[in-house]
């Protein structure tokens, strides 16, 4: 340091400039170290030192950041902060400021508790007398805060009406059964009856082209032309059985309408100025509960 000093005094320019930059930088880093900075690092660093269990420079820190105004910005920072500056009055003995801190942290947050893992049993148990004290002389409460109620829901119910026509229970392939709402049995008449048809038109057309010009079988064709002559009454005895098997059945199940209910929120309410309702607009009925 003499060196330096000397340094300085010295009229040799170089050695004077180098001395000026020793110096800056050493005291560069304490400056801005010194230098303050957002009130959440200084939080951070205040955090840092009460776990280090220097009370008495937490206690300073936290004073700071809380007193004469508030200058944290969130909620829990403000909690936590209190709750840290609460503690360190203990482990310093100050037993006055200690439950003025807890006062102010339950008045903002009844129901915080202490980490039994971080705190002695015997600051948990002030802390805990404070609180029953403060509710029995109704500063704070302890029930659990409560759900704002949930406005009243209006809604109402829709009816959609499906009506059918009788006309089509008389229909082949089916039709009455989709019309039924049964589409799987539909399905079924539906195949059915196309396969029994093709073998009707197949057997129609293959003894049809065994014929010969003169419109008659030969010898070796007659017997083949005769089983296709059964396969296509089968066919067409099969499809009127099946037509009339489905027309029956669609007839039985029948149902003119099907009517459903939905629940579905309620319309705005029309103003005075609003015009009248259009022809033809559903009525329903709005229920509030």
């Not at 010194?34 to 009460?50: D, H, K, R, V």
């Not at 500063?139 to 006309?167: G, M």
């Not at 049809?208 to 059964?230: F, V």
């Amino acid at each position: 340091m003499l060196y330096f000093l000397a340094s300085l005094r010295s009229t040799d320019p170089v050695r004077h400039g180098a001395a000026i930059l020793v110096i800056a930088l050493l005291a560069g880093p304490r400056t801005a170290a010194a230098a303050p900075g957002t009130p959440e690092e200084e939080m951070q660093a205040a955090e840092n030192t009460f776990r280090f269990q220097d009370y008495r420079g937490a206690a300073k820190r936290l004073g700071d950041l809380l007193y004469p105004d508030v200058r944290l910005g969130s909620p829990d920072l403000v909690i936590r902060a209190r709750e840290y500056l609460g503690a360190s009055h203990f482990f310093l003995g100050d037993e006055k400021r200690m439950e003025e801190e807890f006062t102010a942290l339950l008045v903002l947050a009844p129901l915080h508790r202490l980490d039994p893992f971080y705190y002695p049993a015997p600051l948990i148990e002030r802390f805990e007398a404070l609180r029953r004290r403060l509710a029995e002389l109704k500063v704070i409460s302890l029930d659990p805060p409560r759900k704002a109620p949930e406005p009243a829901r209006c809604e109402r119910q829709e009816a959609t009406v499906v009506r059918r026509s009788r006309v089509a229970s008389f229909m082949p392939l089916g039709i009455g059964q989709f019309q039924n709402g049964e589409p799987v049995k539909g399905g079924l008449f539906l195949s059915g009856q196309l396969l029994a048809l093709g073998m009707n038109i197949g057997g129609f057309l293959g003894t049809e082209a065994l014929r010969g010009s003169d419109g008659m079988y030969s010898p070796a064709d007659a017997a083949r032309a005769r089983d296709l002559r059964y396969v296509q009454y089968v066919g067409l005895g099969a499809l009127a059985a099946l037509v009339v098997w489905g027309v029956i059945d669609s007839a039985v199940r029948f149902r003119p309408e099907d009517t459903t209910f939905q629940v579905v929120p309620c319309p705005p309410a029309r103003g005075p100025g609003d015009g009248p309702a259009a022809p033809g607009s559903p009525v329903s009925m709005c229920v509030r509960y």
